[in-house]
């Protein structure tokens, strides 16, 4: 039987140890921290993200936290739509996305996972392209390692080196909110050098965002987010007064450089180790997704590695950089492109739009 260790237990090293695992792999997981959770975030699965988690058999479990009726756009602060999205046709042409919270995916991963499969509280110190693992608890070896341990990788030295994050010049503080009444409206507000992001949960809380440009490592109090956006349109200003500052996650935004490669000797590199990526497309944990089930697909195959990196390498830096280029617009400041952006926004047809997001919903793994 071959055998595999996955380094990181989040979204995509789950995914990965769960397509290995159907492929009759015998998989561990190595994960630093004592217990695996995300707290104070939510996640956009699109139609692409779960075509990969049918093919992994949790398709239909995730898509019981969707909600039926919703509503979809970009509004400008004072609460005027600037472009709304036709959500009727997006669930008839790619399906209806769901957002889930990420404690809650975890748990459908995990729970889908023979008993044994997850180790935690075992930091990973080195790699090799041979297959060796040094970590707290030893060394051990496998047929494939892969790299799913985010955009700080241990793995990502022994396939590429040392390669430094991106800072794209804002900060983001992440919240999950309980709600007074349940929302409907998702989407996205764009002021100048800020936004403000709104995604209900089928369990009545609401999953909300806010970016705005900062330098790199400001340490800041939740204070001052709820003075920027405070005077916005509601629900931002409610949302924002039931919030627990300390259940909040406050991180910079980084994406990773082209790597020349996500595989080496029997390494292969998923997620934020091969392609973070900002979240103005909500497209980094479905990427994760894609990539589990097609280094599942490839990994045993002679030249699969290869393959992998084929398949997945292109795809995902086209999304890093296209969501890259959506940050910089969203993100403007001065006035007079914020005016000819929301003016450019409320002349877009409907069908660009969906033109535009064909070309990544309608990927297949």
Not at 6 to 19: D, P, Q, R
Not at 183 to 210: H, K, M, N, S
Not at 255 to 266: M, N, V
Request: proline share 4%.
């Amino acid at each position: 039987m071959s055998t595999a260790i996955v380094v990181g237990g989040g979204i995509g090293g789950m995914a990965a140890a769960l397509a290995l695992v159907g492929r009759g792999w015998s998989v561990q997981v190595l994960e630093r921290v004592p217990e695996v959770t995300e707290v104070g975030s939510g996640i956009s699965l699109w139609s692409n993200a779960l075509r990969a988690l049918d093919a992994l058999g949790v398709g239909d479990a995730v898509r019981g936290q969707g909600m039926a009726e919703i509503s979809a756009g970009i509004r400008d602060d004072r609460g005027r739509w600037i472009s709304r999205t036709d959500v009727t046709t997006l669930r008839e042409r790619f399906g209806a996305p769901v957002v889930i919270h990420r404690a809650r995916l975890l748990d459908i991963l995990r729970a889908a996972l023979p008993e044994g499969v997850i180790r935690t509280g075992v930091a990973v110190r080195e790699v090799t392209v041979d297959g060796a693992v040094v970590h707290d608890a030893g060394t051990s070896t496998a047929d494939l390692i892969v790299g799913a341990d985010g955009i700080r990788s241990v793995v990502r030295r022994a396939v590429c080196g040392e390669v430094a994050p991106r800072y794209a010049g804002y900060t983001a503080w992440r919240m999950v909110v309980d709600s007074e009444k349940q929302l409907t409206d998702f989407g996205e507000t764009w002021g100048r050098g800020a936004r403000f992001g709104i995604a209900p949960l089928v369990d009545g809380r609401v999953y909300c965002f806010a970016v705005y440009d900062a330098p790199e490592n400001t340490d800041g109090e939740f204070a001052e987010v709820r003075d920027l956006f405070g005077n916005w349109h509601q629900p931002i200003p409610d949302l924002l007064a039931a919030t627990d500052p300390n259940a909040v996650l406050h991180n910079d935004i980084y994406d990773l450089p082209a790597l020349p490669t996500f595989t080496a000797g029997r390494i292969a590199l998923l997620g934020d180790a091969a392609h973070a990526m900002t979240p103005n497309l909500g497209q980094g944990g479905c990427q994760a997704l894609e990539d589990a089930v097609v280094l599942g697909r490839l990994a045993a195959e002679p030249g699969g590695l290869a393959r992998y990196d084929r398949e997945r390498r292109p795809r995902t830096q086209m999304i890093t950089e296209r969501s890259a280029r959506i940050g910089t617009v969203a993100q403007l400041s001065a006035r007079p492109l914020v005016a000819l952006r929301n003016t450019a926004l409320r002349l877009t047809p409907t069908s660009i739009q969906l033109r535009s997001m064909a070309e990544i919903l309608d990927g297949t793994c």
